[in-house]
C-alpha cells in the first residue's frame, strides 16, 4: 500500500484519531488537511446517509475569520452577492470570484458578529486573498484561523438526533442558520447545513482540543439511530448535483456555467471584486454550461476520475466529463458534463474515457 508521508503542512483534523478508531480506509487532501473518503463499505455508507444518519468529519472545511471595523465592508469586496442584509447567526453560500469573474472559491459565509465573518471554505487559499485584498484597500480588518473545526451529521435521521442533543429548538433553526450550544461543557455552533441534500446539521467544534470528546458524544446519543463514521459522499453529492469546487471547476469556470447564478447579485454596486467581469459574462451569455451525463453502458467503469474527460458530439469537442460515480439510485454511471450551448439535455454525446469512447446522454441537473 502506498500512503501519504506526513509533515506540518498535512494538518489532521481535531477528529482525525476518531476516524482511525472508526476504521477510516481513505483520505484525500482538502485544504492541507485530511479528509475521510471511505470507511471501507461504499454502498453502506451510502444508504446510511439516504436512510439514516451519518457522522462526518468535515474539518477540511477550515474558516477564514474577517474581524475588526471594516469586515463587513472587505466581507462584501470579496463577495459578489449581496451581504448587508444578513443577520448574527445567518449563512449564506457565496461564489468567491477573482477579478476575470472566475469561480476561486464557493464558501459558506456565516456572520459571527457585526464585526465578524467566518468564510467556511473549499479547497483554494482564501486566507491569501482576504489578507492582499484587505492590505491594497488598506482596511481595517484583521484576518486569522479561529478555533473551530466542523463536524457533519447528516441523513434524514440528524434531526431527531440533533434535538435529542441539543433541544427541540434545531427544528426551527433555518437553512445555514445557527446558534452558539454547548454540549457537556464542548462549545459549539449548531448549524443546518452540509455537503448533501439529505438534510442535517454541522457543529462546528469552538475547542479543537475536544475533538474525540465530540465525536464520541454524538456516537452515543445517535446509536438509537443506528449512526455510524461516514464521509461526503460522492454518489449521492453528484446525485443532487451539488458541486465539487477544483472538480467541476477550472481556471476559466464563472458561477454562471455551473449553476450559481442565482448567487450572484448583478444589482450590486461599488467595489465588489468580479462584479463588472460578471454583469459582462451575463450580458454575453456564458459559453458553457453544466449538466449531467448518464453513460448508456450499465458495465462502465464507475471509479472517480483523475482528469476531465473530452465529450464529442457529432465528432467535435463540446466540453468535458468533471466527474463519475455510480449511482446507487439510478444504477449507472454518471457525471457532470461542462458543455458548450451547441449541445441539449437529451442529445446523445461520446465520452473519452480510459476504456475507449463510451456514449452517454446528457440531462438535466439534479439527477435525483
Ligand atoms: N459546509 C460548510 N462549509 C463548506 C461546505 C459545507 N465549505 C466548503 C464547501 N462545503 C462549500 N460548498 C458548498 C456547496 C454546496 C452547498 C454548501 C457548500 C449547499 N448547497 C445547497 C444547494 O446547492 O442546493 C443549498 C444552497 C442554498 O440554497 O443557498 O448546501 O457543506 N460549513
New binding site residues.
Partial sequence: MISISPSARTLRSPYYQSTIDDGVASFTLYNSMFLPTSFGNPEAEYWRLINGVSLWD?AV?RQVQLKGRDAAKLAQILCPRNISNMRIGQG??IPLCNHSGVLIN???LLKIDEDCFWF???DSDVWLWARTINDERQLDVEISEPSAA?LAIQGPKAEMLVADICGEWVKDLK??WFKHFEIDGIPILV?R???S?QGGF?FYLLDKTKGTKLWNYIKEAGKKYDISAGCPNLSERVESG??S?GGDTDHLTNPFEIRLGD?VDLSLEGDIIGLSALKKIHQEGPKRYQLGAVFEDETSNSSPIFEWMPITHKEKQVGSLTNRTWSYKLERVIGFALVSREVVAGDHIMIETEAGLKEAKLVDLPFV
Fill in positions: 468535515v472545511q449564506k453560500y464557493d464558501p459558506v467556511s471554505i473549499a466542523p437553512f445555514f448549524a447545513s452540509g455537503y441534500k454541522e451539488l458541486l469546487f448567487y
